[in-house]
């Protein structure tokens, strides 16, 4: 734990992933995050967890290290209250990167 200013904060687990954003697109999120109450980060880390069940639906579950699954257990759908043109943009980004992965295969 780390005393900030009077504040504690906890030290995080997590790695850090800078990623590059289009303009529209990172502000898109950024406003998405904001209607949500939550941070961008955690909310590409909540979307991402998303994915990775939608992946593993479809491709199976991902083997790493000593064989252990990636987990990512969401029986609900927690996509369904996003705005319309997210999931659009949501829909367009899983398109694109299929379509991709199909042309690099």
Do not use: C
Not at 11 to 23: C, M
Not at 64 to 93: C, M, Q, W, Y
């Amino acid at each position: 734990m780390i005393l900030l200013k009077g504040v504690d904060v906890m030290a995080s687990d997590k790695t850090v992933l800078n990623v590059r954003y289009d303009p529209t697109v990172y502000e898109k999120i950024r406003l998405i995050a904001e209607q949500e109450n939550r941070s961008m980060s955690n909310l590409v880390e909540y979307w991402s967890l998303i994915f990775i069940a939608d992946y593993e639906g479809e491709n199976g579950t991902i083997e790493f290290g000593e064989g252990s699954p990636i987990a990512a257990h969401r029986k609900d759908n927690p996509t369904k209250n996003l705005p319309d043109d997210a999931l659009k943009s949501v829909a367009e980004a899983k398109a694109a990167y299929r379509m991709k992965r199909t042309k690099n295969n």
